[in-house]
């Protein structure tokens, strides 16, 4: 991990809660958890965004073998 930042966020309890009992104890790893999803999923986006503009010219049977 890189440089650490401090910040002070109201959540909602419930949600908070709710998330802990997936992620496990501890409120920061259940954030870092949080915040890295929401880049996945935007790297998940980005992907299917390209679904169908990169062309490959693979000989399937060559790469078979």
Not at 13 to 32: D, F, K, S, Y
Not at 40 to 57: F, M, N, P, V
């Amino acid at each position: 991990m890189g440089a650490v930042k401090k910040v002070t966020v109201n959540l909602p309890a419930e949600t908070l809660a709710r998330a802990q009992q997936i992620t496990g104890p501890g409120i920061t790893p259940t954030i870092v958890d949080g915040l890295l999803e929401i880049a996945r999923r935007e790297q998940r986006s980005a992907l299917r965004r390209l679904k169908g503009k990169i062309h490959l010219e693979i000989d399937l049977e060559r790469t078979r073998r």
